[in-house]
Structure formats: C-alpha cells, structure tokens
C-alpha cells in the first residue's frame, strides 16, 4: 500500500524530495478512500445480504453500525495512520515498540488474500455479463430464465477464466505501477456508475409492482432480525468501508496535517451509503416486479438486473456499460487488496516487487479458483465450518477478521495512544472541535463494547 502512496507523493513533490506529505487535497483523499470503499461490497454484496436478512430492519441496523461503530473505527483508523505517519504493521510499532499490537497488520495480509478470492471471481462474473448483454442474449428472456443462466454460468468451469483475466489485469497493474493512472481514470467512471445506478433506479422503481421492493427495502418488520443478522450487519459495515484491516489506516498517514479527519470520515461514509442504498432501489423493486426471491443470495444483483435493462431502450448497451463500469469499480478494489499484500511482502519480507505480484497473485490465483469451484459439483460439497470455500471466503473475512481487526484498533486508540496525541489529530485550525469528546467516549467504551458484545453473543458465549 505505501509504495504506491510514495509514488503517488513522490510525483506530486519531484523537487521537494519529501517522500510522506500526503494528498495534494482533500478531496483527493476522499477520492482514494471513497475509491476503495465503494465496490462490489455496496452493488453485490448488500443487495444479497440486505434480501437475506429481511430488508428494511436490517438495513436499519447497518446504517446504525456505520454511525456507531464503522465512522468510529475510520476515524481511528486514521488518527492511527496520520500520527504514526507509517502503514499497517509500522504504525502499531512505532507507536507502540516492542508489543503484539502490529500483528494487526498481518491479520489484514491474511483478510486481503481471503477478500481477493472471492471478490476477483464475483468481478470476474461482471465480465462474463458485460459479454453477455453485448451479445443481447438476455433479449425476450424471462425472469426464470435469466435467474436460470446465472446458475448454469457459476456452477459450470467458465467463470475461473474470467477471475483469472481479472488477476492479470490487477497484477499488471500492480506490477507496473500504474495504479495512479487507473486511479484517475476511476475519478471519471465511478461517478457514471453513480448515474446508472440513478437511471436503473428510476426504470426499476417505475415498474408495475415496484412498490412492493420498496416496502421491503423501507418499512421495517423486526420479526425479520435476530442476533444472526445483526451480526452480519455489523460485518458488512466493516467489509463495504475497508475496515479493519490497515487500509483507511494507511491512506491516514496521507492525508495533510490541517485537513479535518472527522468531516472526511463522514463523507466518505455517506458517499459508500449512498451508492448501496442506490444499489438497493435499483435491486429490490426488480426483484418484487419480476417475482424473483429477494433470498436468492450472491446470485441476486445478477439474476435480477437483466430483465430491468430488458425494459429500457437500448437496454443491452445501457447493461454493458452498467457491467464494464463494475468491473472497473471492482478491479481498483482488487488493486488495493494486492497492493495491500504486495507492500507488506516489499517491505517486511524484503522481496523484490516482481517476485511479491507473482507470489501473491499466484497464491491468490489457486485459492480463488477454489473459491470458484466451490459452486461447481466438483467441490460443492467440500465444507469449512459448514459453508462451500466461496462463502467461507467471504463470511470469515466480513464477519471475523475484519470486525476483530477493528476491534483491535478501537482498543489501541481508546487505551493505549496517549489522549493528547489523539485529540491533537482532532484539532481544526488550533481548536478542539466539538465530536473530540464524543469520540473519546465512542472508541474507549461505546465501540469495543458493541463488537465485542455482538460477537460473544454470536460465539454463543453471553445472550
Ligand atoms: N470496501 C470494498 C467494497 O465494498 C471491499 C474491500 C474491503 C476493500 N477491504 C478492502 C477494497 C480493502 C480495497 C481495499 O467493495
């Protein structure tokens, strides 16, 4: 991760020769982080789990752990970052020397290889549906249909030929650097995917029966939610803001020391709501009024988008440039994520960064095919705690490893750093401002408090 940020800062200051002093604004760091933030996890993955886990009730509990627990670990995340001024496994021992705390880092290492599996195969499907609306196969389909095809598709051997190309398209990337290009790149796309996302939205809420997914998606039934779904919630609050595992923490050691961390906390956090809630209008109204099972699971943004770009002008072209622009949304989230493990080999274990983009992809390029083939027969009945290695993947990351690591990271802040250094962070323009002490509170008791209750009641240990 902090290579790329060297050179990143290294072009931005060729004649100051200072190789850390940041992003040239603040909305540059909200660009970066909002770019690893938004993602599969708000068009895919809350759909999915969203339909899941009942709707509305559910959605209420993630925006409450996004307030309560994801800005609260962000903003530690970056107090962390922009104090030590070092990545993941730096901070925790500049800060503390000599502790256990930096093994931290190396549980996001473990969580970036097990996301990347999962994640390059679901990218890889977008590729293999921005073909498909290409070559209008979805035309005149029905709805059984098209749920039909997604089926076949990810249950057949096709969809590890996509992931693959996936991993050598971010490999290359990654190897030769040129993330920054991309990056620019994706500071003109993602807001396009914004505005599809708007269109689909509209053409989906406009469909007879739509108002059903609405409901769904707005009028809470509690009798949906129980100690299981408010633990998934908590998880995908962590997975859609890249938490817990040192990300947001690196991109803190960027961000310039008179840039107020809290009001770009809540941006960041209200641009990533916004693009699922978006997701999840474009969705649900679709999934009543074509009479498809808001249950369906990782399949459900595939199965039920097709037939809303069936009911537009022009639909297959308006899909393909819906699909091309995930894929790219994706693509600079797998970047980071090999970036992430890419650096961390560069830097601790002194490989060369040739040799750390082969190994990792290479390792990555193996587990995710096994992550793919796990929806095949062929390993379909192989099981990890009772899930198929895809969903394995993607509920230890999520639900476990994440939420620990930021559980981690609210106990350092809240206990460890010292309180003038944190609140020092804080400062605008010389002056405390007035969330310092709520923050205080928030990370030292309210935070740790939630997770830590959340998951003993999930380890069956209290509840
Ligand atoms: N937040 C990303 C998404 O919603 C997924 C993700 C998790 C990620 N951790 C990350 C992306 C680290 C980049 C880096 O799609």
Not at 16 to 28: E, M, T
Not at 46 to 73: D, H, K, Q, R, S
Not at 340 to 350: C, D, G, H, Q, S
Request: glycine share 10%; aromatic share 12%; net charge neutral.
């Amino acid at each position: 991760m902090s290579v790329s940020h060297k050179k990143i800062v290294a072009t931005k200051n060729e004649n100051s020769g200072i190789v850390r002093d940041g992003f040239g604004s603040k909305l540059g760091v909200i660009a970066a982080a909002s770019g690893s933030a938004i993602g599969l996890g708000n068009v895919w993955r809350f759909p999915y789990i969203t339909g899941e886990n009942g709707g509305a009730a559910f959605l209420i509990i993630y925006l409450a752990c996004i307030v309560l627990v994801g800005l609260v670990v962000m903003l530690a995340e970056f107090v962390i970052g922009r104090h030590s001024q070092s990545n993941a496994i730096g901070s925790f021992k500049k800060i503390a020397p000599k502790t256990p705390w930096f093994l931290t880092g190396w549980m996001g290492l473990i969580s970036a290889v097990l996301i990347l599996s999962f994640y390059s195969c679901v990218a890889g499907w977008c590729l293999h549906y921005l073909i498909l609306m290409i070559s209008n196969t979805f035309a005149g389909a029905s709805p059984d249909a098209i749920g039909g095809m997604f089926g076949e598709f990810i249950s057949g051997y096709s969809p590890i030929f996509y992931q693959v190309i996936i991993l050598i398209i971010t490999a290359s990337i990654v190897y030769l650097g040129v993330k920054n290009g991309i990056e620019k790149m994706s500071k003109i796309l993602m807001p396009l995917l914004l505005v599809i996302l708007v269109v689909l939205a509209g053409r989906s809420l406009t469909l007879p029966g739509a108002m059903e997914g609405v409901s769904f998606l707005f009028k809470p039934d509690w009798s949906a939610i129980n100690a299981q779904s408010i633990f998934i919630a908590l998880g995908h609050s962590f997975f859609t803001l890249s938490l817990g595992m040192g990300v947001m923490l690196t991109y803190g050691s960027y961000i310039n020391k008179k840039e107020n961390l809290g009001s770009t906390v809540v941006a960041i956090s209200i641009a990533d709501t916004v693009v699922a809630l978006l997701a999840g209008l474009a969705v649900f109204p679709a999934v009543f009024a074509f009479g498809l099972a808001p249950s369906e699971g990782p399949g459900l943004v595939f199965a039920a988008l097709p037939n809303v770009f069936n009911h537009i002008p022009f639909g297959n072209m308006f899909g393909a440039l819906f699909f091309a622009l995930l894929a790219i949304a994706a693509i600079t989230s797998t970047i980071s994520l090999l970036e992430v493990i890419v650096a961390y080999l560069e830097e601790e274990v002194k490989i060369s960064r040739k040799r750390a983009t082969i190994l990792s992809t290479g390792v990555i390029a193996i587990t995710g095919a096994l992550c793919s083939l796990s929806n095949t027969p062929l390993l379909s009945d192989v099981k990890i705690f009772g899930w198929t290695m895809f969903d394995f993947a993607d509920k230890i990351t999520a639900n476990y490893l994440m939420p620990i690591g930021g559980l981690i990271i609210v106990i350092f802040v809240g206990w460890c750093m010292k309180k003038s250094d944190i609140e020092n962070e804080l400062l605008l323009d010389g002056k405390k401002p007035w969330y310092s002490d709520v923050f205080m509170v928030l990370v030292k008791f309210v935070t740790p408090v939630l997770i830590a209750v959340v998951f003993l009641n999930q380890l069956g240990i209290i509840g």
